[in-house]
Structure formats: structure tokens, C-alpha cells
């Protein structure tokens, strides 16, 4: 590589992953060693469907509703995408814009040119590489173009969240360059959401495992041992067929593994845990949407999670989707759920805040443990200043963010991050390796 590019490659790395040695990144040798054997594996059957053969009505019937996984074909080739997004194609038009690859610990995003990130995806070989993950390209000037190049495919227009403006919206399409081995560890999306993942070029390994498959099976927590690289390349290699084999597992949960060709669009429901590694360098669009078919699923993580912007969505829904806010208040009925109200919310905080001073006063060892939900606040991720559990976690330590959707805030928040992701709950999660992930 170019010393110059090798310098801002270093750059970003130690800016994006600081619980990184610069030198480490190939000290498994993952390249050498695990070689071509990811691709040696007996993929499960997953339906293909061409979209001449499938109406919505039928797409909504046969996968959305039951919630089964399927992949698409016969759109991708019809995208200016198919032609612009091949690699060098589309480093000559994009060769000096940035593109986000990560984030640092404040959680504030860190760009690069593309020029510099494709010569290390040509020359890389670390073992969990770099991952061009952009979310803001429709929002920059040089890179909203994107949007012109793919459409989101008939099935999965209708989307709940765009009746909120941008400057509020969760983060929602992602445009992606994979280096080979890198990928995504084993997680589910947020807000219970669907998500299609539109392939363009190089492949893609999955796999799924069915909702309601326990977190600790799908992490194959058993098969860890100390020190272990909790990172795509190991979970595909070793930890997935240990769970595979395991005959427990196999009565309960359904699982497949598949490769996705170039030109594949795949289906995600709602609740399918999964992981990817890229086999070879890969360029993607992805999306995620809420529709009124996993309508409840998402109301319920919305309401939760990010109680500000429930109302928010609740009064568009009134104005513009009435269908959605009679569901929306029927749900609320029926869980007895009392939705976040900004002048009582300010009064309960003062009362908290005044007891807390009297506590305070009073006896000074005050080591309060999880979160109250006020203190979840609008985001999945709150300020550690008013959250003190990490260090209850015995052996997990606070850690950095890491860039992707799973631990995205809202903008307005982004100053504020810091090292402790909450769940849904108010609980922390998979404070581990120094990795963030997933969840
Ligand atoms: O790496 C990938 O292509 C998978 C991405 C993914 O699952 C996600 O963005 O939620
Ligand atoms: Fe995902």
C-alpha cells in the first residue's frame, strides 16, 4: 500500500477501535489459516423467489406475515447500481469523498476518503477488517446520489417511519463496503424491525436462527473460552458448528445457513437472529422498515425504547395514518401503557433528583444499580454519568462504542455518548472484548 494510505488507514483504525493494537490486526492470521474453509459448509435450503413469480399479496402471505426468511432475485440486475456500485466503477466517481468507517469513543462518526479504503480493501489482511458502513449518504452532499442508483423493491415500501422527518428518524438504509472477513457478528435489528439486504457484488455467508432462539445459544456463550476473538470470522469458523451440532439445538431452533450471491436481495424478519461474514469484497445497500404487518412488534420496541419519538409518531399517525394510531392506542389499552408525557416526566425527574440529594446528604455510599426507565430517556443509549452499572458487571468494563445500528443514538444525543449501551429494558448488555457490536 501507499505509505500514505497506510498512515490513514492506521489513523482510522486507531481511532475506530481502540481496544486494538495497531499490530494486532492480523495476529491470528485468520487469512492463512482459516483460508477458504468458510465456504466449505452444507448450506440449508432457503426459498429463492424471482419478483416476476410473486406478488406483494403473496410476499406479504407467504414471508412477511409468517415471518420466514427468503431471498429475492431478478431485482438487482435492473438498479444503476448493478453497473455503478462494481468496485472500480465506483471508486472513479467517488475516489476523494468520505465514507464513514466507524466511530470513535465519543460515538462521532470518522470518515475516510474512498480512494484510501479501497486500496486496503485490495491489500488488506487483518482479521476482522474495517467495514465501510455509511448511513448518512443521503443526507451529504456528494453521496445522496446513492439513492438514485437502487429503489426499495414493491415489497417493502410502506414503512412507518417515513412519516418522521429526517432530522428525527432512527437511522434506517446503510450503504456498505465489506472487505473479505469482515462482517457482523451475531445480532437482532433494532426496534424489531424487517430488514432486506440487496447484494451487488462479492458474497456474503449468513445464517439465521428463529425468533425466540435464546441470546445465549445463538452466541454459543458455551463454546467461548477465555481470551477467545469474539469477532465474524471465529463465529463462523468455530463457535457455529459446535451450536450446529449440538443435538439439543437442533430440535429447537431453526436455523440456516446460506451464501447470498450477487444480485440477491435478502428478506430478514422481524425477531431472525443472524451474523454475517463477507467471503469475498462485497458492496451492498441494506434497509430496515417497520410495516403494518409487524406493526405491534415495532410500536412496542418504539414506545419503549425511544418514548419521545412514540410521540411523535403517534401524532403523525393521527394526522396522516389513522389505521396506525387505532392499533397504536389499542395496544397501549391493552398493556395498560401510559405513554411519555413531558410535563410529568420533568416533575418526576425534580422529585428524583431532590430525594437523591436528601440520600446523598444523608449517607454518602449511595451506589444505586439499573436504571429507572426515566433514566432510558429517549435513546437505547444513555450518558454513563447518570447510569453507574457497569462496574457491577462482574468482569465486564465499560467499553467503547462501536459503529453500526444497533448502538446508534440520535443525533442530538451524540455528544453525549459515552461506554454504556442500555438495552430495551434499561439493561446493559454484552459489555464484553471491548466490542460492541451487537447485542
Ligand atoms: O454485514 C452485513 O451485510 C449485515 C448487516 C446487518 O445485518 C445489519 O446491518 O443489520
Ligand atoms: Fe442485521
Redesign the pocket.
Known amino acids: 500500500m501507499d505509505p500514505r494510505t497506510i498512515k490513514k488507514i492506521g489513523k482510522l483504525k486507531q481511532k475506530v477501535r481502540t481496544d486494538i493494537k495497531l499490530g494486532h490486526w492480523n495476529r491470528f492470521n485468520y487469512h492463512e489459516t482459516v483460508g477458504d474453509d468458510l465456504e466449505k459448509f452444507k448450506p440449508d435450503f432457503i426459498r429463492r423467489v424471482h419478483v416476476d413469480d410473486i406478488s406483494q399479496k403473496e410476499f406479504i402471505e407467504s414471508y412477511e406475515k409468517p415471518r420466514r426468511p427468503c431471498m429475492l432475485k431478478g431485482i438487482c440486475e435492473k438498479w444503476p447500481a448493478w453497473k455503478r456500485w462494481l468496485p472500480e466503477n465506483f471508486q472513479s466517481v467517488y475516489k476523494d469523498v468520505k465514507f464513514k468507517c466507524g466511530e470513535d469513543d465519543e460515538g462521532y462518526a470518522v470518515r475516510i476518503k474512498l480512494k484510501y479504503f479501497m486500496e486496503y480493501m485490495r491489500n488488506q489482511k487483518d482479521d476482522s477488517p474495517v467495514?465501510l458502513f455509511e448511513s448518512s449518504f443521503d443526507d451529504r452532499k456528494f453521496t445522496k446520489d446513492l439513492l438514485l442508483d437502487y429503489n426499495v423493491p414493491k415489497f417493502f415500501r410502506e414503512n412507518i417511519f417515513n412519516l418522521l422527518n429526517d432530522k428525527i428518524r432512527p437511522p434506517y438504509r446503510?450503504f456498505?463496503i465489506?472487505p473479505k472477513y469482515s462482517?457482523?457478528t451475531v445480532?437482532l435489528?433494532p426496534l424489531s424491525t424487517n430488514?432486506w439486504?440487496a447484494l451487488l457484488y462479492g458474497r456474503?455467508r449468513w445464517v439465521l436462527f428463529s425468533p425466540n432462539t435464546p441470546r445465549h445459544v445463538v452466541k454459543g456463550i458455551r463454546y467461548f473460552r477465555k481470551g477467545d476473538d469474539d469477532e465474524a470470522v471465529p463465529y463462523f469458523h468455530k463457535i457455529l458448528p459446535k451450536i450446529r451440532r449440538d443435538n439439543e439445538l437442533r430440535e429447537n431452533v431453526e436455523m440456516f445457513e446460506f451464501i447470498q450471491y450477487p444480485g440477491e436481495i435478502i428478506f430478514?424478519p422481524h425477531g431472525w437472529w443472524?451474523a454475517?461474514v463477507?467471503l469475498d469484497d462485497t458492496v451492498?445497500v441494506?434497509q430496515n422498515y417497520g410495516s403494518y404487518v409487524n406493526f405491534e412488534n415495532v410500536w412496542r420496541k418504539v414506545r419503549r425504547g425511544r418514548k419521545r419519538l412514540a410521540v411523535k409518531l403517534l401524532q403523525k399517525f393521527r394526522k396522516h395514518c389513522p389505521r396506525y394510531a387505532d392499533l397504536a392506542e389499542s395496544l397501549n389499552r391493552e398493556d395498560n401503557y401510559e405513554m411519555y408525557d413531558k410535563a410529568k416526566h420533568s416533575k418526576k425527574r425534580k422529585r428524583r433528583k431532590e430525594a437523591e440529594n436528601n440520600t446523598t446528604t444523608s449517607s454518602s455510599s449511595d451506589t444505586s444499580s439499573s436504571p429507572s426507565s426515566s433514566d432510558i430517556d429517549d435513546g437505547l443509549i444513555c450518558n454513563a454519568s447518570h447510569v453507574q452499572f457497569p462496574e457491577r458487571i462482574p468482569g465486564f468494563k465499560p467499553v467503547k462504542l462501536s459503529m453500526?445500528?444497533f448502538t446508534k443514538a440520535p443525533k442530538d444525543e451524540r455528544g453525549k455518548i459515552s461506554n454504556v449501551f442500555v438495552d430495551d429494558s434499561g439493561n446493559p448488555r454484552e459489555l464484553h472484548n471491548n466490542k460492541f457490536r451487537s447485542y
Open positions: 467495514y446503510w456498505l465489506g462482517g457482523t445480532h435489528d430488514a439486504n456474503k430478514v443472524h454475517v463477507n451492498a441494506t453500526n445500528k
